[in-house]
């Protein structure tokens, strides 16, 4: 609670005299409320969109039609999910746009295929995001009940030096095969 100023010469000539039914509270004592304080927290985002998320989901009252990034991290690894997924050809505009990894999803775990998939991987990245330092690959072949059945897929580990951003990664799942 604030202090309550109860001392009369601190009041000028112009100002009313406290009376015994009435508290005069000093403004510089009164903080905020947890309310301010998420409002001034909603006005610090920024108000520019860097990109729009995907997949595409609808934005909220005040972010927009679509999702949006606000951070810089999160759009680079958004972008570099979807240069991973795409393959040649599905991009209008840009047949080789994308590590074209489709083709290799059922062989993933051989050495030689693996070989195959890290090539396409630095080939894609070094053309499209430059600025990212990719640092190990890792496939996986989760099976299940037997061993028909698995998801494919690969972790990799990247850095982005030029942001001072190291020790990130991103995990993709290429297929769950039957």
Not at 63 to 69: D, P, R
Not at 79 to 94: D, F, S, V
Request: proline letters at 7%.
């Amino acid at each position: 609670m604030p202090p309550v100023i109860t001392d009369p010469s601190s009041y000028s000539s112009t100002s009313y005299p406290p009376s015994k039914n009435r508290k005069v509270y000093d403004f510089k004592s009164v903080g905020n409320t947890e309310l301010d304080l998420q409002q001034e927290a909603e006005v610090s985002t920024p108000t520019n969109p860097i990109g729009i998320a995907t997949p595409l989901q609808f934005g909220t009252n005040s972010g927009g039609l679509f999702k949006m990034h606000y951070n810089v991290l999160d759009q680079i690894k958004d972008n570099l999910k979807n240069l991973l997924l795409t393959n040649h050809g599905e991009r209008i505009g840009l047949y080789d746009f994308g590590a074209n990894l489709l083709p290799l999803t059922f062989e993933l775990g051989n050495e030689e295929f693996d070989f195959i998939a890290v090539t396409r991987i630095r080939k894609a990245v070094e053309k499209y995001m430059p600025f990212i330092e990719l640092q190990t690959f890792e496939p996986f072949t989760n099976h299940f009940d037997n061993r028909e059945v698995a998801k494919v897929g690969f972790k990799i580990k990247y850095a982005i030096p030029s942001l001072n951003i190291f020790e990130q990664g991103i995990e993709i799942t290429l297929y769950v095969a039957g």
